[in-house]
């Protein structure tokens, strides 16, 4: 496993941005794909957004494609989601997750960082 420490939550007017950012310190950071979660209170952890170990191919849920963005920097073992137009139903923890290539189910988490968007 992997330990990834997330930064960046806080509180935002609707229609503002955040930048979150999740550092690793293991040697092989390349080698893992990212992803960001999220969750609100009494629901399920939901997808946001995955990264290839090159950075090259993301992916976004729905609901958040067209207004974040994921990248990676290998070099310092970071990866950032920048989150524009943000909205009041974005409120959530948001957490950092890793998963070696090659495997189905992410089983490195951060401790989650909380972002409020305020109506």
């Known amino acids: 496993q992997v330990q990834l420490v997330e930064s960046g939550g806080g509180l935002v007017q609707a229609g503002g941005s955040l930048t979150l950012s999740c550092a690793s310190s293991?040697?092989?950071?390349?080698?893992?794909?990212m992803g960001w979660f999220r969750q609100t209170p009494g629901s399920e952890r939901k997808f946001v957004a995955g990264?290839?170990?090159?950075?090259?191919?993301?992916i976004y849920a729905d609901s958040v494609k067209g207004r974040f963005t994921f990248s990676r920097d290998n070099a310092k073992n970071i990866v950032y989601l920048q989150m524009n137009s943000l909205k009041p139903e974005d409120t959530a923890v948001y957490y950092c997750?890793?998963?070696?290539?090659?495997?189905?189910?992410?089983?490195?988490w951060g401790q989650g960082t909380q972002v409020t968007v305020s109506s």
């Open positions: 293991t040697r092989t950071f390349r080698a893992y794909v």
């Open positions: 997750a890793a998963r070696s290539a090659g495997t189905s189910s992410y089983n490195s």
């Open positions: 990264i290839n170990w090159v950075g090259g191919n993301t």
